[in-house]
């Protein structure tokens, strides 16, 4: 649920709201963050509240508490983040005062910025200062360290006649969007195949005539190009921190892989891994 606990000036950004499941089959997506890793460690440092708002930035803005609030920023980083002229400690639970703004300004590292934010009016019990522990930044570290986006065969892998969708390195295109990111590179030989529409998830990565789309957590639920891979879901979070223009490869995986990639990221959530 989402209640106004802050405004948004300037800048570019859209509400994150909990995923939205068991709608699929009437053509509703699951929606939510971008970048779920970012949006679970806040959500469950806030001992997953029934109320909150959130948004993910992607350009800076100025954001003023309505009331006072209780807020975390997670993802892509900038040089400088203050509130009053005090610098704010990024995947840290802080106070922001009634009236006070947050500024944002310098050099960004990653795209997509998490705020998250309870009034702390609340019933929710949540301590000051509460962060992410060092396994999670970890984990961060050694999975972004790279520009490698792995990924498992999709049902229409077999047009692929060679191997150049794994050894071309793809750019992301600036006319990616919310629903998929699109990809620049050199056209692919490919089999020729007609099909209906089908299925997709999140990180479907869908072979259109003008290059590859990976399709993100505003999808549509089916699609009509060939599905020829489909990207893990650590690194779905991976790639909605690629910036336009970023430079990436995709790098094959077995099913069995992607199964234990998905364990491991998802055991970072059922653990008392917060400090």
């Known amino acids: 649920m989402q209640t106004k606990i802050f405004s948004v000036k300037g800048g570019l950004s859209f509400p994150v709201y909990e995923r939205l499941y068991g709608f699929q089959d009437k053509g509703i997506s699951l929606g939510g963050a971008q970048d779920q890793l970012s949006f679970r460690v806040a959500y469950q440092l806030f001992n997953q509240p029934l109320d909150f708002q959130a948004i993910e930035m992607i350009y800076?803005?100025?954001?003023?508490?309505?009331?006072?609030?209780?807020?975390?920023?997670?993802g892509a980083?900038?040089?400088?983040?203050?509130?009053?002229?005090?610098?704010?400690?990024?995947?840290q639970i802080q106070f922001l005062k009634k009236g006070d703004t947050l500024e944002f300004s310098g050099i960004k590292t990653g795209f997509r910025t998490l705020m998250f934010a309870i009034a702390q009016t609340s019933n929710q019990i949540v301590?000051?200062?509460?962060?992410?522990s060092k396994e999670i930044e970890q984990f961060i570290d050694s999975n972004y360290k790279n520009n490698?986006?792995?990924v498992i065969k999709g049902p229409e892998f077999g047009i692929l006649e060679d191997n150049g969708f794994f050894e071309q390195v793809w750019t992301?295109?600036?006319?990616?969007?919310?629903?998929?990111?699109s990809l620049d590179g050199n056209a692919l030989s490919i089999k020729k195949v007609e099909m209906i529409s089908q299925p997709v998830v999140d990180g479907t990565i869908q072979l259109s005539p003008g290059g590859p789309i990976v399709l993100m957590r505003h999808r549509q639920t089916v699609g009509g190009y060939p599905r020829v891979?489909?990207?893990?879901?650590?690194?779905?979070?991976?790639?909605?921190?690629?910036?336009?223009?970023a430079h990436l490869r995709f790098k094959l995986v077995s099913f069995d892989e992607a199964i234990e990639l998905n364990s491991k990221f998802n055991t970072l959530f059922t653990k008392n891994l917060f400090s």
């Open 148 to 150: 490698y986006i792995r």
């Open 229 to 245: 891979a489909t990207v893990v879901e650590p690194d779905i979070n991976k790639l909605a921190q690629f910036v336009p223009k």
């Open 60 to 74: 800076p803005a100025k954001i003023t508490a309505e009331e006072d609030m209780l807020f975390i920023l997670c």
């Open 172 to 181: 992301i295109s600036p006319n990616s969007s919310q629903m998929g990111i």
């Open 127 to 132: 301590d000051i200062g509460k962060k992410r």
């Open 77 to 91: 980083t900038y040089e400088n983040t203050s509130m009053g002229g005090k610098q704010v400690v990024y995947n």
